[in-house]
């Protein structure tokens, strides 16, 4: 049998989720990993461990469904129909569990909008304008539908081990001592809708700015768009070429939920420069 991978370079695009790094929103639960059951008893550890079923290891995770990196699913932010909740629509049945697989996986766009896109003030993010798209397209041609537009930011450098790992998102929206990561203005994700695509990812904590993530998530998630949050390594991907894949876990009724992420890369593509 062929080797559908010969030719080809494997790029892991997902986040180390750890409770020393930044994996969760600030403002909520921490991820947490302990010990459920040891080989045996040591009552005597820093944090006792036990034996209480046999004779192996495994843990058990606190952790929230957007934690890592991470889908949205439309009912992150639309409620369903007939709940007389406002942005109210289709989408708001369209949980974890039901969102196709093909649909996070496709041919990679990735746009460069680096952090130190325009000046912000604590607290804020710096927008992405279309003219990021715009400038994308006239040097590598139009969008189309299937296409997974990746925004690549360079804010995954912030995440690291706290607690410097805290530049990430904590100094950003709890502390406001600093700006936050570039995302997409209103008008950009809607020139996205505009162009069929429907998977959008970002190498920061979550699609929308510090300032006000909500509009960008409702136009998004109403208009059918699933985002990919807190990807990393898009420097690793040329403009085109490479084949993007996300894989959740199948989440019951999930707002969203975590998994991996990476792509595949033609051995012959030269790196972006």
């Known amino acids: 049998m062929n080797d559908p991978l010969a030719g080809t370079r494997l790029v892991d695009l ?24 040891y080989f045996e008893d040591r009552p005597e550890d820093p944090q006792p461990v036990w034996s209480r079923a046999g004779a192996y290891h495994t843990r058990i995770l606190i952790i929230d469904e957007h934690t890592g990196t991470h ?10 129909p007939g709940s007389s909740l406002p942005h109210a629509g289709p989408e708001g049945e369209v949980s974890a569990d039901r969102v196709p697989l093909t649909q996070l996986m496709g041919p990679a766009a990735v746009i460069d909008a680096p952090a130190d896109l325009e000046p912000a003030e604590p607290g804020d993010s710096p927008l992405i304008e279309p003219d990021a798209v715009h400038a994308f397209e006239a040097a590598h041609g139009e969008l189309r539908a299937g296409d997974v537009v990746l925004l690549r930011t360079g ?5 690291r081990p706290l607690p410097e790992g805290r530049a990430y998102a904590e100094d950003v929206v709890v502390h406001r ?21 429907r998977c959008v990812g970002i190498d920061a904590p979550t699609m929308g700015p510090a300032h006000d993530g909500g509009p960008v998530h409702v136009l998004g998630l109403s208009s059918g768009v699933l985002f990919i949050e807190a990807l990393t390594g898009l ?35 030269a790196m972006p420069v």
């Open 71 to 80: 889908f949205d699913a439309p009912t992150h932010f639309i409620p369903p």
């Open 155 to 159: 804010w995954d450098a912030h995440y």
């Open 177 to 197: 001592s600093a700006p936050g990561w570039p995302a997409p203005a209103v008008d950009t994700m809607q020139l996205l809708v505009e162009r069929g695509v």
């Open 14 to 37: 997902t986040v180390l989720v750890a409770e020393n790094r930044p994996c969760f929103w600030p403002a909520h639960i921490p991820y947490q990993q302990k010990t459920f059951n």
């Open 235 to 269: 420097a690793e991907l040329p403009p085109r070429g490479a084949w993007f894949c996300f894989a959740p876990l199948k989440l019951a009724s999930g707002t969203g939920a975590p998994g991996r992420a990476f792509a595949l890369v033609p051995a012959q593509e």
